[in-house]
Antibody, heavy 124, light 113 residues
Framework: QVHLMESGGGVVQPGRSLRLSCAAS????????MHWVRQAPGKGLEWVAV????????YYADSVKGRFTISRDSSRSTLYLQMNSLRAEDAAVYYC?????????????????WGQGTLVIVSS | DIVMTQSPDSLAVSLGERATINCKSS????????????LAWYQQKPGQPPKLLFY???TRDSGVPDRFRGSGSGTDFSLTISSLQAEDVALYYC?????????FGQGTKLEIK
């Protein structure tokens, strides 16, 4: 059974950094692409970033490009999101999601499993 | 970017009645090489992550009750619940995975009338 658990959220001041983690289990981690998706309080879903199964291909939403970095560690079956220069508008619940494909070249399929999310609050 | 527009924004339906949510994309989600529509539907209940209902526009994910139906092709898609149950109260999102940046509709809130 696929299980994804995010951690690392919390309260951070504008301009500071935070690293989110997503621990994966129940599947062969290095076979599938992985996504980060966020949801601001009371708002809709926004895709943030994707990484291919082998970590070579990474793509970002324009809203986070140059500030956020997605990465993965297959030895730990863990996905990461390094968030720098945080802004008030980055405040959200951040979910990791498993793709059904490998996402090489940005070619992804359905997102069949999601974690419960971790809340990031950006406030001075 | 592909813009996904859902209608209506909210919907109140009586128990046992049909509910239909529409989703329109700003460009076709039909990939000609495999004849598949890169469109998914999610259900989200308060405090929970989204749950996948349909992919390839009309393929029901495992465990999804058959009162749910996904349909459409190209730029116009629908999610239909044939007989609304109390547990179907939720937010519903359409989502395109045709091209980066992946985008979602704004969501449709489904309630009991």
């Amino acid at each position: 059974q696929v299980h994804l658990m995010e951690s690392g959220g919390g309260v951070v001041q504008p301009g500071r950094s935070l690293r989110l983690s997503c621990a994966a289990s129940g599947f062969t981690f290095d076979t599938f692409g992985m996504h980060w998706v966020r949801q601001a309080p009371g708002k809709g879903l926004e895709w943030v970033a994707v990484i291919s199964n082998d970590g070579t291909d990474k793509y970002y939403a324009d809203s986070v490009k140059g500030r956020f970095t997605i990465s993965r560690d297959s030895s730990r079956s863990t996905l990461y999101l390094q968030m720098n220069s945080l802004r008030a508008e980055d405040a959200a619940v951040y979910y990791c999601a498993k793709d059904e494909g490998d996402c090489r070249g940005g070619s992804c399929y359905r997102w069949d499993s999601w974690g419960q999310g971790t809340l990031v609050i950006v406030s001075s | 970017d592909i813009v996904m527009t859902q209608s209506p924004d909210s919907l109140a339906v009586s128990l046992g009645e049909r509910a239909t949510i529409n989703c329109k994309s700003s460009q076709s989600l039909l990939y000609s090489s495999n004849d598949k529509n890169y469109l998914a539907w999610y259900q989200q209940k308060p405090g929970q992550p989204p749950k996948l209902l349909f992919y390839w526009a009309s393929t029901r994910d495992s465990g999804v009750p058959d009162r749910f139906r996904g349909s459409g092709s190209g730029t116009d898609f629908s999610l239909t619940i044939s007989s609304l149950q109390a547990e179907d109260v939720a937010l519903y999102y359409c989502h395109q995975y045709y091209s980066i940046p992946y985008t979602f509709g704004q969501g449709t809130k489904l309630e009991i009338k």
